[in-house]
């Protein structure tokens, strides 16, 4: 039974890390994203096949040379990569990965955790 309690709070808290990085977007937001030619699944089908992970993290913002990206996270193994997609055409500008990232620290406990839960 005390297996079952501890899956439930590892899915508990996964599920409300994703609320709080929904309840990010504004109003504001909004007609900004219009800006982009193509749509933010496009930029993240790019960013995960470009690192062959999964995007856990989208942002669309002007770069410091004053351009329209989508700024992607993907997961891929036990590293984290910030991707950026030319939010014109669909092109990868960059693809770096995450060192000392908050998120990373926080994958590598939910890591530790689910060994824990899982025995392996």
Not at 88 to 105: L, M, Q, V, Y
């Amino acid at each position: 039974m005390f297996y079952y309690t501890k899956v439930f709070l590892v899915v508990f808290s996964m599920f409300f890390i994703g609320i709080a990085h929904a309840a990010e977007v504004t109003k504001t937001d909004v007609p900004i994203i219009i800006q982009a030619k193509i749509p933010i699944a496009q930029a993240i089908t790019a960013a995960e096949r470009h690192v062959n992970g999964k995007a856990i993290r989208a942002e669309f913002m002007k770069n410091k040379n004053n351009q329209w990206i989508f700024d992607i996270e993907v997961v891929s193994d036990a590293n984290i990569f910030d991707v950026k997609v030319d939010a014109d055409n669909g092109t990868i500008i960059s693809s770096t990965e995450a060192k000392n990232d908050r998120r990373k620290s926080d994958l590598e406990r939910i890591k530790e955790l689910s060994k824990k839960l899982y025995n392996f």
